[in-house]
């Protein structure tokens, strides 16, 4: 496959361009802001370093196939930026490829942030009515209808991916350096959480990318048992072989502290993964995704067991000095 990769340089692009060029039959073209700065990636004569970002596109080669479209901002100093790189930058490069003449079967990383939280216990299933409830999953599913707008001349598959964790991820990172450091920090509610291993999810890319039956779809991605954030943390211990003190704080705690940390951005310009928009998905208690369809349709499901993904993600945060 000739193949688009943007946000390459960061945790899931760098994972995705590594397995690409690991099968020995792909041509990437990565989409990298500063070549310089390339964090993971490594030189490999099928690799084509491409310089820009969504709102200043270079070129691309005419037979190009297959778009990985994973560029996106998580976490913002501001509100507003999570539309402008999110929705805008979705309109920007799906511009790009229609005014270049170009057509490649286009694969979407969006969230489940984008559709709406579980109810009454049930798994959300993707023809369900969307009810973003922040900033984020609002900005992600106005992505995902960008692209859709051009289904007849873009094939687009939407992938909805759950909670990504796994090596070279920082956002679980925190979380994981509380347990090592013999505390466990949760609120005072029950938040349960659909996960996805990394792994796992540069499979389901690849296959949305290989089967067109796919095309014009929104396909949920996650492990199909979900987990509490105690859940989470106890295993962590176990990998670790900490012993825990275990601190429950209000939620309403957790929103001040999220309106503080969001403070201290704004004032220092460095977005932090706890903010208000992050609070407002928390506060929903249950993101719980039923991942059926993607099995039922591409024959796609997780194949990483929660414990054998977690022992890998921290013992290469210890190998690296993260932990």
């Known amino acids: 496959m000739i193949v688009l990769v943007t946000g390459a340089s960061g945790f899931i692009g760098s994972r995705l361009i590594e397995h690409l060029l690991a099968e020995g039959q792909n041509e990437i073209y990565a989409l990298v802001r500063n070549p310089a700065k390339l964090s993971w990636l490594k030189n490999n004569s099928a690799l084509h370093l491409l310089s820009g970002d969504l709102e200043s596109l270079p070129g691309l080669p005419e037979n ?60 959300t299933k993707e023809d369900e009515p969307p009810e973003p409830a922040s900033p984020y999953g609002e900005s992600k599913l106005l992505a995902e209808q960008e692209v859709l707008k051009y289904q007849e001349i873009l094939p687009a598959t939407i992938i909805r991916a759950a909670a990504i964790y796994g090596p070279r991820d920082r956002d679980f990172l925190q979380f994981f350096e509380l347990i090592n450091h013999g505390w466990m920090l949760t609120v005072n509610k029950k938040i349960t959480m659909s996960l996805c291993y990394v792994d796992d999810l540069i499979l389901a890319l690849e296959t949305c990318a290989k089967k067109s039956r796919g095309e014009g779809e ?19 211990a176990r990998i670790l072989n900490k012993k825990v003190k275990k601190v429950k704080v209000p939620l309403s705690l957790a929103k001040t502290a999220a309106a503080l940390s969001e403070l201290g951005s704004k004032l ?56």
């Open 64 to 123: 190009l196939e297959v778009v990985f479209h994973l560029a996106g901002l998580t976490k913002a100093t501001k509100h507003a930026d999570y539309y402008t790189v999110n929705q805008k930058g979705m309109a920007r490069l799906v511009a790009h490829l229609i005014q270049s003449g170009l057509k490649p079967k286009f694969v979407y990383l969006s969230s489940l942030a984008a559709g709406r939280p579980a109810r009454d216990g049930r798994p």
């Open 268 to 323: 220092s310009g460095k977005s932090s993964p706890l903010n208000l928009s992050k609070y407002r998905d928390m506060e929903k208690l249950c993101w719980v995704a039923d991942p059926s369809k993607i099995k039922k349709e591409l024959g796609f499901e997780t194949a990483w067991p929660f414990a054998r993904a977690m022992e890998v993600t921290i013992n290469w945060y210890i190998a690296n000095g993260w932990l």
């Open 218 to 236: 929104i396909y949920n991605v996650a492990d199909p048992v979900p987990r509490t954030w105690e859940d989470i943390g106890a295993e962590a």
